[in-house]
């Protein structure tokens, strides 16, 4: 069954990790996983300071590129009636440090992952301006949807 835009959203915030899919500019897809938080209709996360060999990285290059980018949070369960997805498709913007909006997201993504708290990031704050949320579940479901 089609999830209602509310409940979409819903699920979707209440979802720990979400898939980026980002598209270079020749064309190459890319999909990563991200914590991430809701902030009003965006959708934000961070670079932060797990391993990586470089700040440099390809969904930046990517959103630079193209902003065209989706989200993707799931449930899978061997039981097929608790089956869900929920897809946010938007514009991607790296946001510059200094703006007001970087402390409101990095505070946002604090009070969901306690990682956060105790080593705020400081790498490139991406915000996701959502033009759609679509979803899908096998059955009607009251939260938790994790």
Same mark, same amino acid.
């Given at each position: 069954? =089609?999830?209602? +835009?509310?409940? !979409?959203? @819903? ?11 980002? /598209? ?12 991430? !938080? ?7 996360? $961070? $670079? %932060? %300071? *797990?391993? *990586?060999?470089? =700040? ?36 991607? +913007? ?16 604090? !009070?969901?992952?306690?990682?956060? /708290?105790?080593?705020?990031? %400081?790498?490139? /704050?991406?915000?996701?301006?959502? @033009? ?15």
């Amino acid at each position: 069954m =089609r999830l209602s +835009t509310e409940e !979409a959203r @819903a699920r979707f915030a209440a979802a720990r990790v979400a898939r980026l899919g980002t /598209v270079s500019a020749g064309g190459v897809p890319h999909l990563v996983p991200v914590t991430f !938080a809701v902030v009003g209709e965006r959708v934000v996360f $961070v $670079v %932060d %300071d *797990k391993p *990586k060999s470089s =700040r440099r990285l390809r969904r930046l290059d990517n959103i630079a590129a193209n902003p065209a980018v989706c989200l993707l949070v799931d449930r899978y369960d061997d039981d097929w009636s608790r089956l869900w997805w929920v897809r946010a498709d938007g514009t991607a +913007t790296v946001v510059p440090h200094g703006e007001a909006f970087v402390e409101q997201a990095v505070d946002a993504l604090a !009070a969901r992952y306690p990682a956060y /708290v105790e080593r705020r990031p %400081d790498g490139p /704050v991406v915000s996701i301006e959502v @033009a759609d949320w679509t979803g899908w579940a096998a059955a009607p479901m009251r939260g938790p949807w994790a």
